[in-house]
């Protein structure tokens, strides 16, 4: 195999590192990794061996901090919710996909809830109810907030990779 420079410090090789991952319902997923041996240069991507093409909802129950290393892979077309939070992420044209876990779901939603918590300050407007919503994504973080985390995926290919199945469900929703 051909060795492969790193295209950021030109000096160190890159090192590829291969990861399957088994989905729910049989489905494969696979994730490259490209490192450099050098410099701090990381690239990942993630291929789909098979892919689910079911539209459906995707749903588990967060009761720990376990819970909270659960992979997810969010497609561009999917919706995200944590109805106890009342936290909502709309799918759109420029929303990425990404692959991360419950506690990184947590984080995007964390970095927008204090951005309009600043937002709200700048206006001089009451902030209480954004409080309370801090207050309980700290405690999400160590486990000690129990909520749901749904993706509602209108055209399929999302995923949630849980580390305990039996908290983990899938509802399609049309064929
Ligand atoms: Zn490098």
Known sequence: MNTLRCPKCKEGIIEISKTIYNLPD????LLIKLECNKCDFINKDIIPITTRTEPGISQLKITNEKDLISK???SPTAKIEIPELELEAEPGPAA??????????????????ISYKNALVA????????????ENIK????????????IIDQSGGSYIIPEDKSKYSFIKLHS
Do not use: C, H, W
Not at 26 to 29: A, C, E, L, S
Not at 123 to 134: A, N, Y
């Open 96 to 113: 990425p996909f990404y692959f991360t876990n419950i506690e990184g779901i947590l984080n995007r939603f964390e970095k927008a809830v």
């Open 123 to 134: 206006d001089q407007l009451e902030t209480k109810d954004i409080d309370v919503i801090l």
């Open 72 to 74: 997810v892979y969010r």
């Open 139 to 150: 405690k999400a973080y160590d486990g000690n907030f129990s909520f749901t985390l749904k």
């Open 26 to 29: 049989n489905d494969k997923m």
